[in-house]
């Protein structure tokens, strides 16, 4: 059965940078398209980013576009989210999903968190 497994999450000031990392096993990362999410307490789940199966094309929300850069490694089976320029913020549990399309939730990994903060 196929899993993922998001790692990277912390503490970071304003203006850092974290890189965040969904490594799969037991499918074959490059063949889902893998979605990135985040989520803080009460609020609503909130689409990232997003690259695609195969030629890897990418995907960013507006709020995060310039800043974050997300990339995969085939031959660690591992999606990237490199997030620089943070901005203050509470924490959020950042989320990978991978399914055929973005958005899609075939698999999804437990969360790592990450809290923007001075």
């Known amino acids: 059965q196929g899993q993922l497994v998001e790692s990277g999450g912390g503490l970071v000031q304003p203006g850092g940078s974290l890189r965040l990392s969904c490594a799969a096993s037991?499918?074959?990362?490059?063949?889902?398209?893998i979605s990135w999410f985040r989520q803080a307490p009460g609020k609503e789940r909130e689409g990232v980013s997003c690259?695609?199966?195969?030629?890897?094309?990418?995907y960013y929300a507006d709020s995060v576009k310039g800043r974050f850069t997300v990339s995969k490694d085939n031959t660690k089976n591992t999606v990237y989210l490199q997030m620089n320029s943070l901005k203050p913020e509470g924490p959020a549990v950042y989320y990978c999903?991978?399914?055929?399309?973005?958005?899609?939730?075939?698999?999804r990994g437990q969360g790592t968190q990450v809290t923007v903060s001075s």
């Open positions: 690259i695609m199966r195969g030629d890897g094309e990418t």
């Open positions: 037991g499918f074959t990362l490059d063949r889902y398209a």
């Open positions: 999903e991978a399914d055929m399309i973005c958005g899609g939730v075939y698999y």
